[in-house]
Nanobody, 123 residues
Framework: EVQLQAFGGGLVQPGDSLKLSCEVSGFILDHYAFGWFRQAPGKEREGVACVNENGGRFYYSQGAKDRFTVSRDNGKSTVWLQMKAVKPEDTALYYC????????????????WGQGTLVTVSS
């Protein structure tokens, strides 16, 4: 059974850093792209970062660019999202998701999702 488990969220202050992890089980990560999405209360789910199937290309939303870093280690079956200089508008439930082949930010094209981990940025 394919499973993704995201964790690492919490309450942080503006300007802090936070690293989210997504542990994957049930399949081999090669040939799959991993995306990080987030959903704030009352808003649609949006893509924030994606690492392509071979780990050589990275994609970021405008809001995540220059502050977030996505990475993966296929050997550890883990994908990370390093968040720096977080802002109150980063508050959301963060999800990791997987799709075969290349990155995009179209949530409907992702096959399997983790359960989400809540990030709250507040002073």
């Amino acid at each position: 059974e394919v499973q993704l488990q995201a964790f690492g969220g919490g309450l942080v202050q503006p300007g802090d850093s936070l690293k989210l992890s997504c542990e994957v089980s049930g399949f081999i990560l090669d040939h799959y792209a991993f995306g990080w999405f987030r959903q704030a209360p009352g808003k649609e789910r949006e893509g924030v970062a994606c690492v392509n199937e071979n780990g050589g290309r990275f994609y970021y939303s405008q809001g995540a660019k220059d502050r977030f870093t996505v990475s993966r280690d296929n050997g550890k079956s883990t994908v990370w999202l390093q968040m720096k200089a977080v802002k109150p508008e980063d508050t959301a439930l963060y999800y990791c998701a997987v799709r075969y082949s290349t990155c995009n930010f179209r949530a409907a094209q992702y096959d399997t999702w983790g359960q989400g981990t809540l990030v709250t940025v507040s002073s």
